[in-house]
């Protein structure tokens, strides 16, 4: 009785051959796949990050002018709480306090 791994026929090598050889074909095919995969997402990551930081740079313009804005408001009612101060100066009449205003909340 022969027992042994290369006393099989030619045609079972031959046919474990074409098997490793299909092996090694999806191997290399699923690899190539991966790759392109992987090439894609790492694409669509960059537009995606170059389009987060458009948009960062966006809203830091919107913030920035949203202050300027309200610093503008400010001043603004600054210079007409200065009016009316002058104003009631001059017409003699002065700020009292709100006489229900006697103690705490």
Known sequence: MKN?????KSDTWAIIGAGAAMAAINVTIMLALISATNARISEQGERLDARTDAQGVRIDMLYDTMRNEHALILESLAGVAQRVSYIEGHLGIGRTTDPEDTGPP
């Open 4 to 8: 042994g791994l290369l006393e099989l």
